[in-house]
């Protein structure tokens, strides 16, 4: 007994001293539900057959990702600060890692002053996440497969690797931010004349820089009580040692949104342009290996000549004391040679419920409907999702 006491006191002793020197937090949020989905795709240039299919099934991540995380803060003294963080995806559904790496959803260190602003190291979130994906998003505030702005947008390649990261205090509302990653770790392939789409892969060393594929972006936003609005640039550069490196080629995406909450309901816009090449988010492989899908979904595709325009407005209201219903619109046009080949407007349509119980619990009940999924033209879709959400 007196064995089991000491113990305790030495353990409580420890955590005091380490507690007044940094903090340490571990969160995390465990999301699960079912889902029920159906595609539709008539036969002709995508497809050599019919095709009706539908699944059912227990599903991880709908509303947030589920995911486990741990962060820190150190105070340097004199307004300084280190501050860190590792964060993994987890799927409640089987117990996985998900798609993503232990450490792959964050893995980063920084310097942060209130005077100055934050410098970070590392794997995380992106510029057009921060600054236009999250704040905009949180209008509708899902992870919903299709609905979120990510799904059409530059804002799909939101994690990119051996980064350098810059933030800025807010000064009278303005906010500032500029990344470069030295090799983003994104997958690419390239676009062909043809339409079709093929891999890229390096033709000998990828030691020096420049045969990696790297980023480079810029942001500003400004916040005035219930307004916040915002543009981002972005602008990918292919590995020299590829075929699109060696071609010249590059993709950039610039993005202007704007939210503006007015307590009763909060709406959120949001435009995008991609130039020379594709930024896709889900691809048509999971739906049926009979579809051809010639726009290459998921990734950095170097075309010269191929593009995208996107568009998302959202909004959500409280329903009582504990409800929240939101609603969302988007598109994506596709420009140059994928528009060209037949390239179909992308059209979704998105309703949600979410029930508080708590702060930190909640359920929800998600529905989209898409039409011309990812470019290809006739490829309609229904998805719908009733969930449990916890956070810690």
């Known amino acids: 007994m007196k064995k089991t006491l000491l113990a305790a006191a030495l353990l409580a002793g420890f955590a005091g001293a380490a507690s007044a020197q940094s903090s340490v937090t571990l969160y995390g949020v465990l999301d699960g539900g079912v889902r029920y989905q159906n595609f539709n795709l008539s036969s002709g240039p995508f497809s050599r057959v019919d095709i009706s299919t539908s699944s059912i099934a227990v599903v991880s991540g709908t509303q947030s990702t589920s995911r486990f995380g741990v962060r820190g803060v150190e105070d340097l003294g004199s307004g300084n600060q280190t501050v860190w963080n590792l964060e993994g995806q987890v799927n409640v559904n089987d117990g996985t890692a998900g798609s993503l790496g232990t450490w792959q959803r964050a893995a980063y260190i920084g310097l942060r002053n209130n005077a100055w602003g934050q410098v970070d190291i590392g794997r995380q979130l992106n510029l057009a996440f921060k600054f236009a994906g999250g704040p905009i998003d949180g209008a509708f505030g899902v992870n919903a497969p299709i609905i979120n702005l990510s799904a059409v947008m530059g804002i799909a390649a939101i994690r990119q690797s051996n980064m350098l990261m810059y933030q800025s205090p807010s000064l009278s509302g303005f906010k500032v931010g500029a990344q470069y990653s030295f090799n983003t770790g994104l997958t690419t392939g390239r676009q062909l004349l043809t339409g079709g789409s093929s891999s890229d892969p390096s033709q000998g060393s990828s030691f020096n820089t420049g045969n990696n594929m790297r980023n480079m972006a810029g942001a500003v936003s400004y916040t005035n009580g219930g307004i916040y609005v915002t543009a981002v640039y972005d602008k990918f550069t292919p590995a020299s040692n590829t075929i699109a490196g060696q071609n010249g080629g590059g993709v950039t995406s610039w993005i202007v949104a704007g939210a503006y909450d007015a307590k009763v309901v909060k709406v959120g816009a949001a435009y995008n342009q991609v130039r020379g090449g594709l930024i896709n988010g889900q691809a048509t492989s999971t739906v049926s290996s009979d579809i051809t899908n010639p726009f290459a979904g998921g990734n950095i595709v170097f075309a010269d000549g191929a593009g995208t325009n996107s568009w998302n407005i959202n909004a959500t209201a409280p329903i009582g004391a504990s409800g929240r219903l939101g609603?969302?619109?988007?598109?994506?046009?596709?420009?140059?040679?994928?528009?060209?080949?037949?390239?179909?407007?992308?059209?979704?349509?998105?309703?949600?419920?979410?029930?508080?119980?708590?702060?930190?619990?909640?359920?929800?009940?998600?529905?989209?409907?898409?039409?011309?999924?990812?470019?290809?033209?006739?490829?309609?879709?229904?998805?719908?999702?009733?969930?449990?959400?916890?956070?810690?």
């Open 327 to 392: 609603i969302a619109y988007q598109g994506q046009s596709h420009t140059g040679v994928v528009a060209d080949i037949g390239g179909a407007t992308q059209m979704t349509y998105g309703l949600g419920y979410s029930h508080e119980f708590t702060k930190r619990t909640n359920v929800y009940a998600i529905y989209s409907y898409v039409n011309n999924f990812q470019g290809i033209a006739g490829l309609s879709g229904n998805t719908g999702t009733v969930g449990l959400r916890h956070s810690f």
